[in-house]
């Protein structure tokens, strides 16, 4: 059994930043495949980032440049640094291990 707990999610003016936080539980977090989604109004949920056990990472193009995924496997946590956010990041953000296991969210919103 894994449990995901996000953090870090809040309203932010556009061109801010914000820090997303993922505590896992349960095993095998180190070789797990990490990744954030997120899920706007009226739209599907859709991967933003994700970072493999070896450090490889993935990133959604309206996102790259922006945001960076990294994890610590010493305290099962993943982040999402993100980074010049705009109005349409706006959306409740996910954490997902192995693409089987889903925290809660966390709304982020980005608006002046």
């Known amino acids: 059994q894994v449990q995901l707990v996000e953090s870090g999610g809040g309203l932010v003016q556009p061109g801010g930043s914000l820090r997303l936080s993922c505590a896992a539980s349960g095993s095998f977090f180190n070789i797990a495949i990490m990744g954030w989604y997120r899920q706007a109004p009226g739209k599907q949920r859709e991967l933003v980032a994700r970072i493999f056990s070896g450090g490889g990472t993935n990133y959604a193009g309206s996102v790259k440049g922006r945001f960076t995924i990294s994890r610590d496997n010493a305290k099962n946590t993943v982040y999402l640094q993100m980074n010049s956010l705009k109005p349409e990041d706006t959306a409740v953000y996910y954490c997902?291990?192995?693409?089987?296991?889903w925290g809660p969210g966390t709304q982020v919103t980005v608006s002046s």
């Open positions: 997902n291990q192995d693409q089987r296991w």
